[in-house]
């Protein structure tokens, strides 16, 4: 009798706890609440975070799935990192709960976060969304979370994914060639002709994978297609071709998108000309040289000086006469860096280029192409410039840009804009440009209209540098980015620097623009995150106060 009274105080006592709150996670709870609404306490709400998952509960990870959609964006970012890295039996079976959320965001983030945990015990869960879920982001989050996860069960359900059809295939696609699973190739092939540029862009990105030289007909004729997303994934994907009969076919394909009408498809085909590396590529290049009458001139420069380590300058003809004298070797192939081959060209080049007059902004290169300069509006840039220099920072933006722009190369184009995030709750964002409407010609009235319009700018908000910096992907005529920063990123969608960078170069496929930056910083990790940002966008970083 005794035994059985022990054994039932025991089961009260734990049937208490299960639903009862630690101590130290209500605390947690209750600072996070009531933090929400202040702007200036949001670092000590993510040091609450972190200190609420090392508790490893239910309600911790309940907590912390809730703040993927909270108000302040980069907390949502914040909170997946937490999350990832989270302890705790209950943490997997909370985030596949989440999957049936009724906000997307929580459920796209949910699955992201099962991928990045290699979640084996969630993959019911996830390809179940995969099949049912509404919201495309959420199906394609469910498609790279079982390819991250990659056992059998989850290459099943991405084989039914790809079956299934629609925009998420393409994710289904692209994770099964990563997964090398090649007896998928087939169907794969089949999803080039979809409708969605997205499943398209998938089935092309994983035959690259795969291994595109079987399929290499069906590829070619994606060159075709009416979507620029689809055209760029083409040339990418003709560059892993490595027989060489499946080169000879893909020759005229390679041949077109160097003369797209969209100046980005031209530009990452000269890109994937270096990726593919063989003679063809040297050859398709000096014929385009020769056409080509935009900036891209020094991209296809660039590509022959590194696939054969000669320098003949910009001349078609001598760059034709060399090969054709040559023994037609190419140079030792480098390791591809993680940004890919594209970048601007040094000041010293661009007088051999014979593409007429330049001026600079901070001693940065501005070429004849569309210009997009945006500023940092954050409190600091209302600062001194330094103890003997009292004029503000933004005053100095102001004065450089004025002096850039009535120098900017006949038939420039550019325009001004700045990226707000108000220190205030609810947070409210704005994105503000000189026009509205996108670039305008470099035409005194609209020089003024530009200095006028920057004159009025109030300085005041958080710095958000990735809204600031893709933003202008909108306006698919801008080239190049002039991005003026005293630091790094507090606010936006990413503060934590290698995520900010990784979503950058997610941008950037589509949209190959040059990013230029300019620090004023006096941190030297600020300073080299902006370098960073400029490695990343094939551009140079100029540091005028250092």
């Given at each position: 009798m005794r035994v059985q009274l022990w054994l039932a105080i025991?089961?009260?006592?734990?049937?208490?706890?299960?639903?009862?709150?630690?101590?130290?996670?209500?605390?947690?709870?209750?600072?996070?609440?009531?933090?929400?609404?202040?702007p200036f306490k949001q670092y000590e709400r993510e040091d609450k975070m972190r200190s609420l998952a090392k508790s490893g509960s239910a309600e911790a990870a309940n907590k912390l799935i809730e703040l993927l959609a909270d108000d302040y964006v980069h907390i949502r970012d914040a909170a997946s990192d937490i999350l990832i890295e989270m302890k705790g039996d209950p943490v997997h079976p909370s985030l596949a709960r989440a999957l049936s959320h009724k906000n997307a965001e929580i459920r796209w983030r949910a699955a992201e976060v099962l991928g990045f945990r290699l979640a084996a015990d969630a993959v019911k869960e996830l390809a179940e969304k995969l099949r049912t879920d509404k919201d495309l982001l959420v199906r394609e989050a469910c498609a790279r979370s079982l390819g991250a996860i990659g056992n059998e069960e989850a290459r099943k359900a991405l084989q039914e994914g790809l079956k299934q059809g629609g925009a998420s295939s393409g994710a289904c696609a692209r994770a099964l060639g990563q997964l090398g699973q090649a007896d998928a190739a087939e169907r794969i092939e089949k999803l080039l002709t979809a409708k969605e540029w997205q499943a398209a862009v998938g089935a092309l990105d994983g035959l690259a994978l795969l291994g595109p030289d079987a399929h290499v007909k069906a590829v070619a004729r994606c060159?075709?297609?009416?979507?620029?997303?689809?055209?760029?994934?083409?040339?990418?994907?003709?560059?892993?071709?490595?027989?060489?009969?499946?080169?000879?076919?893909?020759?005229?394909?390679?041949?077109e998108l160097l003369k797209d009408d969209d100046w980005r498809v031209r530009r990452r085909t000269v890109e994937a000309l270096v990726d593919l590396w063989q003679a063809a590529s040297v050859e398709l290049l000096?014929?385009?040289?020769?056409?080509?009458?935009?900036?891209?001139?020094?991209?296809?420069?660039?590509?022959?000086?590194?696939?054969?380590?000669?320098?003949?300058?910009?001349?078609?003809?001598?760059?034709?006469?060399?090969?054709?004298?040559?023994?037609?070797?190419?140079?030792?192939?480098?390791?591809?860096?993680?940004?890919g081959w594209l970048k601007a060209p040094l000041a010293g080049q661009l007088a051999q280029s014979g593409s007429g007059d330049s001026t600079v902004f901070f001693n940065v290169p501005v070429l004849k192409q569309n210009a997009m300069f945006v500023f940092d509006l954050s409190g600091s840039m209302r600062e001194p410039v330094s103890r003997s220099d009292t004029r503000i920072k933004f005053d100095l933006a102001r004065e450089e840009l004025a002096k850039t722009l009535s120098a900017l190369p006949k038939g420039a184009m550019f325009n001004v804009g700045?990226?707000?995030?108000?220190?205030?709750?609810?947070?409210q964002t704005e994105w503000m440009r000189a026009f509205s409407d996108g670039v305008r010609d470099a035409t005194p009235a609209h020089i003024k209209a530009a200095n006028d319009w920057i004159a009025k700018v109030e300085v005041k908000g958080w710095g958000a540098f990735?809204?600031?910096?893709?933003?202008?992907?909108?306006?698919?005529?801008?080239?190049?980015?002039?991005?003026?920063?005293?630091?790094?990123?507090?606010r936006g969608t990413y503060v934590k620097r290698e995520n900010l960078l990784a979503a950058l170069r997610r941008a950037l496929r589509f949209s190959p623009v040059t990013i230029n930056t300019v620090t004023i910083a006096n941190k030297g990790r600020d300073i080299e995150f902006m370098e960073d940002i400029a490695k990343e966008g094939g551009g140079a970083c100029s540091k005028p106060l250092n």
């Open positions: 025991a089961a009260c006592a734990l049937m208490a706890g299960a639903g009862a709150i630690h101590a130290d996670d209500k605390a947690d709870i209750k600072a996070i609440d009531d933090f929400k609404s202040e060159a075709a297609s009416k979507d620029w997303r689809v055209r760029i994934a083409t040339a990418q994907c003709l560059a892993r071709l490595t027989q060489a009969p499946a080169v000879a076919e893909a020759r005229a394909a390679m041949t000096i014929a385009a040289l020769g056409g080509e009458k935009e900036f891209i001139v020094h991209d296809i420069v660039n590509a022959l000086e590194l696939l054969s380590s000669e320098r003949k300058g910009y001349s078609a003809e001598g760059w034709k006469m060399w090969w054709e004298g040559s023994k037609k070797e190419l140079a030792a192939k480098p390791k591809r860096p993680l940004q700045a990226y707000r995030y108000s220190s205030q709750y609810p947070p990735y809204e600031a910096l893709t933003l202008p992907l909108d306006d698919a005529r801008v080239h190049v980015i002039y991005f003026m920063s005293d630091g790094a990123p507090s």
